[in-house]
Nanobody, 124 residues
């Protein structure tokens, strides 16, 4: 069982940066890919980024490619999401989760062990 806790959210002006952290408990953390999703009010949960278990491969949708960077430190059981050039449309609650199912990285059903989320608000 893996438990994930997100932190690092906050209020930032458009064009600013934030770094989110996803801290995990459990000895199997390094065995699994980890993903970040976000959910804005009234919208479905949206894929933001994912990283393979080793950190060698990363995945992003077009909406954040070139602005967001996912990384991980398995020795610290932590995954990071560096977000630069933030836009008001990035405002959402951001969640990290463990990818437990084989197949696509881009859908929420491939993940479990969701954290409680951290709020990111970008003002214009």
């Amino acid at each position: 069982q893996v438990q994930l806790v997100e932190s690092g959210g906050g209020l930032v002006q458009a064009g600013g940066s934030l770094r989110l952290s996803c801290a995990a408990s459990g000895r199997t953390f390094s065995s699994y890919p980890i993903g970040w999703f976000r959910q804005a009010p009234g919208k479905e949960r949206e894929f933001v980024a994912a990283i393979s278990s080793s950190g060698a491969s990363t995945y992003y949708p077009d909406a954040v490619k070139g602005r967001f960077t996912i990384s991980r430190e398995n020795g610290k059981n932590t995954v990071y999401l560096q977000m630069n050039n933030l836009k008001p449309e990035d405002t959402a609650v951001y969640y990290c989760a463990r990818k437990f199912r084989s197949g696509t990285y881009y859908i929420a059903n491939s993940y479990d062990s969701w954290g409680q989320g951290t709020q990111v608000t970008v003002s214009s």
